[in-house]
């Protein structure tokens, strides 16, 4: 059977259409599954102004379970500078999962006060990281950001570290 160019064209538009709908469905299912999950990013950046090196790292978890991890080196930034660059490479790693719903945790008390709106941003370095940073937090549907203790935050605190001995090598 030999279909005409009508006959063709009608095809090609019923399987696109059906394409798009399971598209559509395997995304609403997918979201669903998500949504029922707690997802938490745990995040944190060490930096030694001696040897110039600096290092970030974080950990999502879903449910108590690890999804993804990062541990990336840095050169010659401040620590609070590893800081931010840990919560925005954190951040983009939600977004890229698509895991939009989450709750975010820090040590830096500087970096949580001043993105929740209790500090000023006066550097204007930090103010570039801050604005970097509140752009990702605007391409979340929900978030919350804590400081929490070192001690809560060792997954994270590991992982920056390595990152940070990395540039040692």
């Known amino acids: 059977m030999r279909l005409n160019q009508n006959e063709m064209k009608a095809l090609k538009n019923l399987l696109s259409d059906s394409k798009n709908r399971i598209d559509e469905s395997m995304d609403n299912l997918y979201n669903k599954l998500i949504s029922n999950s707690e997802v938490c990013l745990y995040v944190d950046g060490a930096a030694d ?6 290092g970030i790292g974080g950990v999502i978890m879903r449910d108590g379970e690890e999804v993804y991890s990062f541990s990336e ?5 401040t620590n609070n500078e590893a800081e931010y660059l840990a919560l925005i490479t954190g951040l ?30 006066k550097h204007p370095r930090m103010q570039e990281l801050f604005t970097e940073a509140m752009d990702q937090f605007h391409r979340m ?4 950001f804590s400081h929490i203790l070192r001690d809560k935050n060792d997954v994270a605190d590991r992982l920056a570290k390595a990152g940070r001995m990395k540039g040692k090598k």
Do not use: C, M, P
Request: no cysteine; aromatic share 12%; hydrophobic share 40%.
């Open 49 to 54: 102004l001696h040897s110039r090196t600096a």
């Open 73 to 77: 080196y840095l050169h010659d930034s």
């Open 92 to 121: 983009k790693y939600l977004i890229q999962l698509k895991l939009l719903n989450a709750k975010i945790f820090s040590d830096s008390e500087l970096v949580v006060k001043q993105v929740t709106g209790e500090y000023q941003v």
């Open 141 to 144: 549907d929900s978030w919350t």
